[in-house]
């Protein structure tokens, strides 16, 4: 109990006093190294080093790339013109063409920020042109956005195999179903919420124009089933798959779609290595943190803690999940994947959950962190590009952010709906 206290009031107590959460992660590992005599200098310059120096991680910055490639290549603009030209005469069909357009870029890159961000720009004045509120639009895109984070190939869950020690293909693969049932409960949210507003319905596309659509947008529809086929055959790695969508982003980009210039190229070569940067500091301090976990057998301290609920992996799920929301609330994705993940695990494997379940349930329930306030990352991103008030946003979220919580409540009932699929994809 007393290990368990230090990790939880250094790291907590360093963030409340503002210091950013690397360097708090830094400061935790260092308060378990003096409680436990264990304190080197030597041990947290490696552990930095070590932490960035891992092959599955290389995906991260290659996937952060292709998303922006996709923005600034005009990949991501043609996915949403297929989606209006297919579905964008239904009485709200620009919702729709919303969700439709998250799913496939979802599948695409793997970033929640930079996905909403593109839907935002582009979806949100034409949705209010039509005489949808603002607020619900914004909310929509935003929920719509941390669909991302669990389709492959997700960056978040690259962060949990790495942290976990998980198969990242494997979550991959298991992520595919769960995050399509994101979508379908947003787009029943969608036709709820919808119906009791007054819209100009567009007329349906004639069968030319939806050819159109497709003949330009299907170099970008090739891209995730060249991923999941690549990675379902075993013909690459998840790192590998990186390095292959940001070729095929910028050569269609370069080649096929000709949009990309010299100039924005550099934008997005700094944009992406910013990103980067970033988040692998990140991943390097929190496994500085996770070597110190693992030497106070901190999991066991936690595993004494929830003994009483060990024998009921349900109840157990749920308890976990209340926790990440709770925490989300405060705290970005990739935090609290990287400090939980290694300390949640071996909790999870001892109650008997199957770790790819587990990790997927987790990634999912971080995503939702991205969508509640205070912090709520994708929310800013979209109030900001969308030019909506933030307290708004976050009003116009609530139906959708339901649904998706619901959508978990349901795996969580009922786990065969996310291990059958997933079986049969291995």
């Not at 030497?295 to 209340?322: F, G, T």
């Not at 405060?330 to 935090?335: H, I, Q, R, T, V």
Request: hydrophobic share 65%; proline share 6%.
């Amino acid at each position: 109990m007393v290990i368990i206290a230090i990790f939880v009031l250094s790291l907590l107590g360093a963030m409340a006093i503002g210091v950013p959460i690397s360097y708090a992660l830094i400061l935790c590992a260092l308060a378990m190294m003096y409680h436990l005599d264990l304190f080197d200098a030597q041990i947290v310059a490696q552990g930095l080093v070590n932490g960035a120096d891992s092959f599955p991680l290389m995906a991260v910055p290659f996937f952060m790339l292709a998303g922006e490639l996709m923005n600034a290549g005009g990949l991501s603009r043609r996915i949403v013109n297929m989606a209006i030209a297919l579905v964008g005469h239904i009485k709200g069909g620009l919702g729709y063409v919303t969700i439709l357009a998250a799913c496939v870029l979802a599948s695409l890159s793997g970033s929640a920020a930079a996905d909403a961000a593109a839907l935002a720009a582009l979806l949100v004045p034409m949705m209010v042109k039509v005489g949808h509120d603002k607020a619900t639009a914004g909310g929509l895109v935003a929920a719509s956005g941390i669909i991302a984070p669990v389709l492959p190939p997700s960056i978040g869950l690259i962060l949990f195999g790495v942290a976990a020690n998980v198969s990242i293909t494997k979550l991959f693969l298991a992520g595919i179903t769960p995050g399509l049932m994101m979508g379908a409960s947003l787009c029943i949210a969608w036709a709820i919420v919808s119906r009791r507003e007054t819209l100009i319905t567009r007329p349906r596309a004639p069968m030319r124009e939806v050819a159109k659509a497709f003949y330009e947008g299907v170099w970008a529809l090739l891209l995730p089933v060249i991923i999941l086929v690549g990675l379902r055959a075993g013909i690459f790695t998840p790192t590998e798959a990186g390095v292959v969508a940001a070729v095929y982003a910028l050569f269609v980009s370069l080649v096929i779609y000709r949009e990309l210039t010299w100039k924005s190229m550099y934008q997005v070569l700094v944009s992406s290595v910013m990103t980067t940067a970033m988040v692998m500091f990140l991943v390097a301090s929190a496994m500085v943190a996770a070597w110190m976990i693992t030497v106070a057998d901190l999991p066991s301290s936690v595993v004494e803690v929830l003994e009483p609920l060990m024998d009921s992996p349900r109840l157990l799920m749920l308890l976990i999940v209340a926790i990440i929301v709770l925490i989300g609330m405060a705290m970005d994705m990739s935090p609290i994947i990287l400090i939980l993940a290694p300390v949640m695990m071996p909790v999870a494997v001892a109650a008997g959950i199957d770790p790819i379940y587990f990790g997927v349930i987790f990634v999912m329930t971080c995503a939702i962190g991205l969508i509640t306030p205070p912090v709520g990352l994708v929310l800013n991103v979209v109030a900001g590009v969308a030019k909506i008030d933030f307290v708004a946003t976050v009003r116009g979220v609530l139906p959708f952010l339901l649904a998706e919580l619901l959508i978990i409540g349901l795996l969580l009932a009922f786990p065969q709906l996310l291990l059958v699929p997933a079986q049969w994809l291995y």
